[in-house]
């Protein structure tokens, strides 16, 4: 069934509803009837003066007046409304004149009039219906149409404006028009995609179209006689008082009013809409509207939004944000601080790079800021009363707004302008709020401006008072810029902040706990266990959600705890599982820090994946920073798997050599022990350059650099100049009360090996202060010390009076060892004059004697405390065998071999510290088949000289056999002597013969170029 206009009726009453009912009637009436004639929409089959609605029906339109049910069209409409419409519409009906009856009307005809006669059953009620039927007509148009122009229209994803339609200017000189406003889409291409229609290929946009004019509401006008035998003539519906209406009316005719005053800026919804505004205003917006259209941007280009873009969205996006940064240099001089805040927020969420316009509105906030930054001073100054009525140039929004955006965009600033804006912000920090909070501070971390004492401790304050209700992302912000400016803040601040990132862990993001943790290690706060096992096993959970620089910085960050925490095996196996697909985009720094992280923590990952990063970072060693070469150099060395080729080294050495003169003191400590512990081979030429660099760094060293930098040159086997060692001795006894750890061993074993003289009281000093830290020290640290204190005669017992008791104070230890050296002094002079006087003949002149009693005290005081400082030294030994290394073992071997050929070992070691000993030679140098290689091997773990013989000492011999006993090995029938000398004449004809040697294996004293000359021994030289 069709209706009047074409289409086919939708109201139920078609020739499939006419056959339901002809059957139901069928069913229940014996006598058949025949079926009625189909039915016809009682729409004017003549032209209408409205636009004709879609697929609508004058049945729909009947039954939505009576109340029908839903779908109709007229559901916005009240039904008392559409009561009062019909009966205004009956009451203004002209009644037809008399008339002769006429003709039968056709089929059509009959049916509509019994249609109308069934719906009221009067010419009346046929009026109204078409006048309803016409009113919903217009409705329909009116939105369809209205849609197109209203701002506050919602459209998914769609401009407010549809693609092809634009509003044209009017022509100028027009009178009376109203003003025009252009909206142009660029992007044809961009509806059709998001429509889901990708056009076939890039095609320039259509002309616009001309503006579509609602159809005005005809006036009302008298009727017109009817001529004769003509059906009766319609009257115009009356007016509808209808506010909605209206108000889409008003609406429409105000667009232009509104678009110029560009209220639509606050409420537009897509950045089309924007740049359009752009487009049209461009040359009417100022300073207020470009600050207005910065900020609504970077509320509505979210990454996650620009993340959907297509192709050529991006290319209009881009093009954009370049004609915003355009208009926005434009009008940059008439900016005022809020404005600047807002443009500034806006481009760094837009990521605009823009230096030119940056620095354009810096210089026109300027003056505002001095201003206001004085006025701040001298409020500050007349007390809290004076600081609230200062006139202020930004709030606390703006203020955050212009750092986050400084810091984001990163441009660098005069000091002057930064301190101008910390006195503004100051008056602020009480009503900064937790975003806001740690935007402020975040912007001047990231400009590497720290305010002054008092500002920061008003941001701490405020801060604490606002950690609670600090999101996540606050916490993580919050550490990692204070981490950055290096400003530690009280413990029970950062327990507080801690303890709150631990509260809130499940919020946590993997990119906020990576902040978090990274600022703590940067604070050098380690927090409690149980706080770092809940941050650790939340980032664990989200391991796999981390981007490439932010793992390398999150196992950074677990690793500079200095051993104070450290991560589960799991967490590191669950590391290099989810990294190992991101080693190719990591940079030289990131790789780096991921071995040095992994050498901290004293975990080896499987080879296969060091090799991995080692040979990526080999790809990029010539971009690599310098401090990250060292690094690096480093990490592999106390890994020690798998060892770089010499190609990779020489690589290193070419890449590293020109920038050893800008190297800091760790990156020239942890250089110079790399290459020693992968026995790297550095040529003369830049052995030179570092010991000079590191003559220049020589007070601005620490303890622990200054002796990993002395062990790594003698293992080297490069010795310096005499006053370069001078220098350094000087140094280390400034450092002395510093040492720790390791210090003491690699000291004296670098400055035995290259032959330095030392004083008696910085041995002694060193000597006493070893003596009370012996419990940090490692079994490795503890044979370095008796192998060089062995070069130098062993422990001197001048000040070790004190030794195993509790130190003195350094005024008393200086007064003692002042009364102590001129005792000695005294002695020594007294044997000099007796010797003098039995040479000569004479009578010895009269002196004064020192009484005898004195003198068996002095020897007895320096035996006792010889004798407690070695029983420290084996008691130390024997819960740290585990810890000695073959050099370790090797070297304390020797040394108290030394020691005992010159009978300077006043207690032989005891069964318990020989035993165990002898357990950690076994696992250290391992098990031998014949006594030659036992020898080898303990001259090749010291590093002996090709020409240093063993020494002679009774007790070395008996160990070397008991060790060979375990072994498995006979005693020689000769003794164990003639053993060790054809070791050492084996290895001496092997160095004549070009197998070099000696102690570190990488360079020989006499290599050419070195400063210095070969030493002479220890010994002597003391």
């Not at 926005?328 to 790079?353: F, H, K, N, T």
């Not at 631990?502 to 600022?519: I, V």
């Not at 104070?564 to 599982?577: I, Q």
């Not at 000492?953 to 006993?965: A, K």
């Amino acid at each position: 069934m069709e209706l009047a206009c074409g289409e086919p009726c939708r109201c139920g009453s078609g020739p499939r509803a006419a056959a339901r009912r002809s059957a139901a009637a069928a069913a229940t009436t014996p006598a058949a009837t025949p079926a009625p004639p189909p039915r016809r929409c009682a729409r004017p089959s003549g032209p209408a003066p409205w636009p004709a609605p879609p697929r609508c029906c004058s049945v729909r339109a009947a039954a939505g007046a009576r109340g029908g049910g839903g779908g109709d069209g007229l559901e916005d409409f009240d039904a008392a409304l559409l009561q009062q419409l019909s009966v205004q519409a009956a009451a203004a009906a002209v009644p037809a004149p008399a008339r002769a009856p006429a003709a039968p009307r056709p089929q059509g005809q009959q049916q509509e009039a019994a249609d109308v006669a069934r719906d009221g059953g009067g010419d009346g009620d046929a009026e109204a219906a078409r006048a309803r039927q016409r009113f919903l007509r217009l409705a329909v148009a009116a939105e369809a149409v209205l849609q197109r122009f209203d701002v506050r229209f919602d459209v998914r994803r769609a401009p407010n404006v549809a693609a092809r339609w634009r509003l044209e200017p009017p022509p100028e000189g027009a009178a009376g028009a109203a003003p025009g406003v252009g909206l142009s889409l660029t992007a044809a291409a961009i509806a059709a995609e998001r429509m889901g229609r990708r056009p076939r290929q890039e095609a320039p946009p259509e002309p616009p179209a001309a503006l579509i004019e609602l159809p005005a509401r005809p006036a009302a006008a008298a009727p017109s006689p009817p001529a004769p035998g003509a059906p009766p003539v319609t009257p115009p519906p009356p007016a509808v008082e209808d506010t909605r209406w209206r108000r889409k009316l008003k609406g429409h005719r105000a667009f232009a009013d509104y678009m110029r005053e560009l209220r639509a800026i606050g409420v537009a919804d897509d950045w089309l809409q924007l740049a359009t505004l752009l487009e049209v205003f461009r040359a009417e917006a100022g300073a207020a509207t470009t600050a207005a259209l910065f900020k609504r941007s970077a509320a509505l280009c979210t990454a996650k939004a620009l993340s959907l873009q297509s192709p050529s969205e991006r290319r209009a996006y881009a093009d954009f944000v370049v004609a915003a940064c355009a208009h926005a240099r434009r009008v940059a001089g008439s900016c005022g601080p809020g404005q600047a805040a807002s443009i500034l927020y806006g481009m760094a969420a837009l990521e605009a790079s823009d230096p030119p316009l940056v620095e354009a509105l810096t210089e026109a906030s300027a003056p505002h800021l001095a201003r206001a930054a004085a006025a701040a001073r001298a409020a500050a100054s007349d007390g809290a009363a004076g600081a609230a009525a200062a006139p202020r140039a930004l709030t606390a929004s703006e203020a955050a707004s212009m750092l986050w955006g400084l810091g984001t965009l990163g441009v660098a600033l005069e000091g002057g302008f930064l301190d101008d804006l910390a006195d503004c912000c100051y008056p602020l920090i009480p009503e900064l709020q937790p975003t806001q909070l740690w935007g402020v501070l975040w912007g001047f971390a990231r400009l590497r401006h720290l305010p002054q004492p008092d500002w920061m401790e008003a941001w701490l304050a405020r801060a604490q008072e606002a950690m609670r209700d600090c999101s996540s992302e606050a916490l993580g912000h919050m550490a990692w810029a204070l981490g950055a400016l290096q400003y530690v803040p009280d413990k029970l601040w950062l327990r507080a902040l801690a303890g709150t990132a631990a509260f809130k862990s499940r919020s946590f993001l993997a990119p906020q706990l990576s902040q978090l943790l990274s600022g703590l290690a940067a604070l050098g706060y380690c927090p409690r266990p149980q706080v770092c096992a809940t941050l650790t096993a939340q980032l664990r959970r989200q391991l796999h959600t981390l981007r490439a620089p932010q793992l390398a910085a999150a196992l950074r960050a677990l690793a500079s705890y200095n051993g104070m925490w450290k991560p589960g095996r799991r967490f590191l196996f669950d590391f290099v599982t989810v990294s190992r697909g991101k080693i190719e985009t990591w940079s030289p720094a990131e790789a780096s820090n991921v071995l040095w992280a992994f050498a901290m923590l004293d975990y080896a990952p499987e080879t296969p994946y060091t090799a991995a990063i080692v040979d990526h970072l080999g790809s990029k060693l010539r971009s690599a920073p310098p401090d990250s070469l060292c690094q690096a150099l480093w990490a592999l060395g106390r890994l020690r798997r798998p060892r770089p080729p010499a190609a990779w080294l020489a690589a290193w050495l070419a890449a590293a050599a020109p920038a050893v003169p800008a190297l800091s003191p760790p990156a020239l400590a942890a250089a110079a022990w790399g290459l020693a512990a992968l026995q790297a081979a550095p040529g003369a030429d830049f052995m030179t350059a570092l010991t000079r660099r590191a003559s220049e760094l020589l007070g601005s060293c620490t303890a622990a650099e200054l002796t990993t930098l002395i062990g790594a040159l003698a293992d080297l086997r490069w010795r310096p100049s005499d006053a370069w060692l001078q220098a350094f001795t000087r140094q280390v006894q400034e450092q002395l009360p510093a040492f720790e750890d390791e210090d003491w061993g690699l000291l004296l074993y670098g400055l035995a090996s290259m032959g330095q003289p030392l004083a008696p009281a910085l041995l002694s000093a060193l000597s006493e202060s070893a003596g009370r830290r012996f419990h940090s020290l490692s079994g490795e640290g503890l044979g370095l010390l008796a192998w060089g204190l062995a070069q130098y005669g062993g422990p001197l017992p001048l000040v070790l009076d004190g030794g195993g008791r509790e130190a003195e104070q350094p005024q008393q230890q200086q007064q003692q060892q002042q009364e102590e050296e001129e005792e000695e002094e005294e002695l020594r002079g007294m044997r000099r004059r007796k010797a003098a006087a039995a040479a000569a003949g004479a009578a010895a002149p009269p002196h004064r004697r020192m009484p005898p009693e004195q003198v068996a005290a002095i020897e007895r005081r320096r035996r006792e405390a010889l004798e407690a400082w070695w029983e420290g030294f084996y008691a130390e030994c024997e819960p740290k065998w585990g810890s000695a290394e073959a050099r370790g073992v090797a070297l304390m071997l020797l040394g108290l071999g030394t020691l005992d050929e010159a009978s300077a070992l006043p207690l032989p070691p005891p069964g318990e510290w020989r035993a165990g000993a002898a357990g950690a030679a076994r696992r250290a140098l391992g098990r031998h088949g014949d006594w030659p290689a036992l020898a080898g091997a303990v001259r090749s773990a010291a590093g002996m000289d090709p020409d240093e013989p063993f020494p002679d000492s009774v007790w070395l011999r008996g160990f070397l056999l008991e060790w060979g006993e375990h072994c498995g090995l006979r005693a020689p029938a000769g003794g164990i002597g003639p053993i060790l000398a054809e070791a050492s004449a084996a290895a001496a004809a092997a160095a004549a013969g070009g197998g070099g040697g000696g102690r570190g294996g990488a360079l020989d004293w006499a290599a050419a170029g070195q400063e210095g000359q070969q030493p002479a021994a220890a010994a002597a030289a003391v």
